[in-house]
């Protein structure tokens, strides 16, 4: 069984301040995705990574897929309040058949 | 187009009673899953069809079973609730399995088994 931990579980920080969330394993990854979930909603998926070292942006947030396409990182730039929500990552197996999640980042913006 | 919906949205169940959770997808997609989330655990598997007449386990299966109807539909069955199974239940579609597709989630079912 592929294990995915993300760290911190839990974040609390000021608007304006920057973050990194981590997503790491021992398993090999075929893709890396990130998704953000609102309370009472489904995940929303947020960019996919594919190829290791690769680095994605999306407005204020970075993705990063580690080389060896074990871990990845997502980094927030000047935090808003609409931040706020449970950040999961979510690798691919290599048989592209399922993914497997995270144990999440629940993130705070405090304005 | 309403995407991935499922029902109920709630449901108080009674140890030992059974329940079927419903999932349909407009979008013509392949592959369908079915996940529970607990707190502070992310997302589990528990089963999920690749394509329109298979299905395979995932991480936690027991105790449940699954059915894919057709293309549009994936239910998920309780044959026997147990607390245990208190959790949130997220159903997903996405394009095909051959590749980083998107996964596209249902709202969810809160499941309560007193």
């Known amino acids: 069984t592929q294990l995915l931990e993300q760290s911190p579980q839990f974040l609390s920080i000021q608007e304006g301040e920057n973050l990194t969330v981590y997503c790491n394993s021992s398993?090999?990854?075929?893709?890396l995705q990130w998704y953000r979930q609102e309370p009472g909603e489904g995940p929303v998926l947020l960019v996919t990574v594919v190829t290791g070292g690769e680095v994605k942006k999306l407005k204020r947030l970075t993705f990063q897929f580690g080389d060896a396409r074990k871990d990845s990182s997502l980094h927030i730039t000047a935090a808003q309040p609409g931040d706020t929500g449970l950040y999961l990552c979510?690798?691919?197996?290599?048989?592209?058949?399922?993914?497997?999640f995270g144990t999440g980042t629940r993130l705070t913006i405090i304005p | 187009n309403a995407g991935v919906t499922q029902t109920p949205k709630f449901q108080v169940l009674k140890t030992g009673q059974s329940m079927t959770l419903q999932c349909a997808q407009d979008m013509n997609h392949n592959s369908m899953y079915w996940y529970r989330q607990d707190p502070g655990m992310g997302l589990r598997l528990i089963y999920y069809?690749?394509?329109?007449?298979?299905?395979d386990k995932g991480e936690v299966p027991n105790g449940y079973n699954v059915s894919r109807l057709n293309k549009r539909e994936f239910s998920l069955r309780l044959e026997s609730a147990a607390p245990s199974q208190t959790s949130v239940y997220f159903c997903?579609?996405?394009?095909?399995?051959?590749?980083?597709?998107?996964?596209?989630f249902g709202p969810g079912t809160r499941l309560t088994v007193t």
């Open positions: 398993s090999v990854f075929s893709s």
């Open positions: 069809s690749a394509s329109e007449g298979t299905t």
């Open positions: 997903a579609s996405r394009p095909g399995h051959n590749g980083p597709y998107e996964q596209y």
């Open positions: 979510a690798g691919e197996d290599e048989n592209w058949e399922k993914l497997t």
